[in-house]
């Protein structure tokens, strides 16, 4: 069971027909309402009507706390493992602006070059739920990964990860992953200022995603401007939306900006941006200028 891929779930966690979890399993996908939120008694009556073994549960592009006890409720109602995804959002849960899942989840895995700013790789991590659960879950993990599913470790890329864990138990880092935050709250509000319909109508978390419906855009080819702008961001399903190879919403979010040291101050001048290319698509000349002072402002906050 896991979040619909248009719900601002995972590819990974069961889409149908696509991925190994939803070709060789039978996936139980949950969406979210006309108001961007998961519904969790719906998830509930879903789980106890289709009984997941296994309850996948994380996000690529919701931009809302997720409810981890009320997830280990349902799980634990139907006897399921809860493995949670912390992908996107590990190093905001070490900062501690986002809800630790480990009180909750059997199991919990996360990339680390997302908001934990480490190198490309992930980890697998059995809580002391999930040794209770069953107490062979660790070695069955590091079976399935080696010599199952992988080759042999890159010695520095695991050198990197550590060197990554060793920094987000700095006190600076918990700066930076509360500043993530704010700077996506403040662009949350700018562009709600200006006119913008965002999904959930906000954040709670490092990204947001804009719907461009109700302007009858598309959100493929506003990514494609956006990046001529020198803006980068990803197109975007949003709840009403049925393919998502032309969806309506873009995705953005602020660990990037943050590293480089924007704060508040420059969040509303990236919005302003943002806004101007979006409500002004076709004018070459906007885009040309807003490329411009994306590279002045960038010029300002080096890459260290």
């Avoid at 997830?71 to 995804?85: P, Y």
Wanted: a positive charge; glycine letters at 10%.
């Amino acid at each position: 069971m896991g979040l619909k891929l248009a719900s601002g779930g995972h590819l990974t966690h069961g889409h149908p027909n696509i991925t190994f979890s939803g070709r060789f399993y039978q996936s139980v996908q949950f969406g979210i309402n006309k108001e961007g939120i998961i519904d969790y008694n719906e998830v509930e009556k879903l789980a106890k009507k289709g009984k997941p073994e296994l309850l996948m549960i994380g996000t690529t592009a919701y931009p809302l706390i997720l409810d981890w006890s009320r997830f280990a409720k349902i799980a634990d109602s139907i006897g399921a493992w809860l493995v949670a995804d912390i992908s996107h959002i590990a190093g905001l849960i070490l900062a501690g602006v986002y809800p630790s899942p480990a009180p909750h989840a059997h199991v919990i895995m996360t990339t680390t070059h997302k908001t934990l700013r480490g190198p490309r790789g992930a980890m697998i991590m059995v809580t002391q739920k999930g040794i209770e659960k069953d107490p062979e879950i660790p070695s069955k993990i590091d079976r399935a990964v080696f010599p199952g599913l992988q080759g042999g470790p890159h010695d520095n890329t695991t050198a990197a990860i550590a060197q990554a864990l060793v920094e987000a138990d700095t006190e600076s880092f918990k700066k930076y992953g509360r500043q993530i935050v704010v700077n996506a709250k403040c662009l949350a509000s700018e562009f709600k200022s200006a006119g913008l319909s965002l999904v959930a109508g906000g954040t709670e978390s490092h990204l947001i995603v804009i719907d461009l419906s109700p302007l009858g855009l598309s959100g493929k080819d506003i990514a494609d401007v956006l990046e001529k702008a020198g803006v980068v961001t990803n197109k975007n399903t949003v709840p009403a939306d049925t393919s998502a190879f032309n969806p309506s919403g873009i995705r953005l979010g602020t660990p990037a900006v943050t590293t480089r040291g924007m704060k508040e101050t420059e969040m509303k001048l990236v919005a302003s941006w943002i806004v101007a290319v979006i409500k002004n698509p076709k004018d070459k000349i906007l885009v040309k200028t807003v490329a411009q002072k994306v590279k002045n402002l960038c010029k300002k906050f080096p890459v260290r």
